[in-house]
């Protein structure tokens, strides 16, 4: 089976600090995505990769950017986190660019901004 | 851009019960349309995939639909049990390569005994 961990379940930080969350799958997937799920919202795209050292944005990349430096990692910062990035963020990983594989999800991150 | 919805927020049924969920998406035709589950604290969980060119879909205790014209997919859970009880997402391709999907903001399910 696919895992995708992420490295923490529970984060809280304060204002204007730098947060990292990592995510990682071990299923050699070439696209990884970041989503932020929200009450009444669902589900966005913050960004996703299609390989390594490659990234496009999603819907609301505003506040994040994100790195990929191996294949089976990929990280989202918060450049300098704020109170309306309290969510609980998700990471996803699928098999193959061009298809229409189903996508991985982690157990997700929830993320507190103080 | 692309607008999709899920009907109800909430749906409780009956055990034995068939449950049914609507999806309805407006300016796109997507290539595929996916289905997950997803309970509390947890993410979400691949259930089915339906292409365009596919009117039906069946997966166990689990049916889904898909009508282009109404642009539409219907997900069925037939003889439901309490532990159907989670959030159902509909999702769909957005990017030409089918990378990026979309998703409904979900229904949850209660399914009661």
């Known amino acids: 089976d696919v895992k995708v961990t992420q490295s923490s379940r529970y984060l809280v930080k304060r204002t204007g600090e730098k947060v990292f969350l990592e995510c990682v799958q071990d299923?050699?997937?070439?696209?990884m995505f970041w989503y932020r799920q929200d009450p009444g919202l669902g589900l966005r795209l913050i960004y996703f990769?299609?390989?390594?050292?490659?990234?496009e944005k999603g819907d609301i990349p505003e506040g994040y950017s994100v790195s990929r430096e191996k294949k089976e990692r990929f990280s989202l910062i918060l450049e300098s986190a704020s109170t309306n990035q309290t969510s609980m963020y998700l990471c996803?990983?699928?098999?193959?660019?061009?298809?229409?594989?189903?996508?991985?999800f982690g157990d997700g991150t929830r993320l507190s901004i103080l | 851009s692309q607008k999709i919805e899920q009907n109800s927020e909430a749906l409780n049924i009956q055990e034995g019960k068939t449950a049914t969920l609507t999806c309805n998406y407006t300016?796109?035709?997507?290539?595929?349309l996916q289905w997950y589950r997803q309970d509390p604290g947890r993410g979400p969980v691949f259930l089915l995939l339906?292409?365009?060119?596919?009117k039906e879909k069946r997966k166990e205790r689990l049916k889904v639909t898909f009508d282009t014209t109404l642009k539409q997919s219907l997900f069925h859970i037939t003889a439901s049990q309490p532990a159907d009880s989670a959030t159902y997402l509909c999702a769909l391709d957005v990017k030409q390569a089918g990378t990026a999907l979309i998703f409904g903001k979900g229904t949850t399910l209660s399914v009661s005994s």
């Open positions: 339906i292409r365009e060119n596919e």
């Open positions: 990769s299609y390989d390594v050292k490659m990234k």
């Open positions: 996803a990983s699928s098999f193959r660019q061009g298809s229409n594989q189903p996508q991985h």
């Open positions: 300016n796109y035709s997507p290539a595929y």
């Open positions: 299923m050699d997937h070439e696209n």
